[in-house]
C-alpha cells in the first residue's frame, strides 16, 4: 500500500492507525519495510518507481530491473512460441507482461516488446 500526503506528521499519524488496525482486528503486524518518504525522490512499489513531477502529478516508472526482467522473459516467450504447442500459457503470460506495462507511460516498451 502507498499513502500519499503532503504532512509528515499525518503520515506517522496514519501509520500508527493501520498498525493498530491490522494488529486488534486482523492479527497482523506491518513488516520492517514500512516507511514514510519523500515521493520526490520517487517511491519503489511492485516494480514501478513512483515520481511527484514538478506540476505536483504523481507519474509511474516501470524500474530499470521490471523492464530488463520483463524483455528477458519476452523473448524468451517468443522462442517458446515456435516450440511449444500450449498457446494458452504463452497468451496469458503476454497478456500479464502487457498489462504491467500498461499500467505505467512505458507504451514505447510495449511497442518494442511487441514487435519481438
Not at 35 to 41: M, P, R, S, T
Not at 91 to 109: D, E, G, K, P, Q
Request: with cysteine; hydrophobic share 35%.
Amino acid at each position: 500500500m502507498i499513502l500519499l500526503h503532503n504532512d509528515k506528521e499525518y503520515l506517522k499519524y496514519c501509520k500508527e492507525k493501520i498498525e493498530k488496525c491490522a494488529n486488534d482486528n486482523l492479527k497482523l503486524e506491518l513488516n520492517n519495510k514500512t516507511q514514510i518518504l519523500n515521493i520526490k525522490d520517487g517511491i519503489d512499489f511492485l516494480g514501478f518507481s513512483h515520481i511527484l513531477t514538478e506540476n505536483g502529478k504523481v507519474i509511474r516508472l516501470l524500474r530499470g530491473q521490471a523492464k530488463l526482467r520483463l524483455k528477458r522473459n519476452m523473448k524468451i516467450l517468443s522462442k517458446l512460441k515456435k516450440i511449444l504447442v500450449d498457446e494458452d500459457y504463452i497468451n496469458t503470460r503476454l497478456t500479464a507482461f502487457y498489462a504491467h506495462i500498461c499500467h505505467s507511460n512505458a507504451r514505447s516498451l510495449y511497442r518494442k516488446i511487441n514487435n519481438l
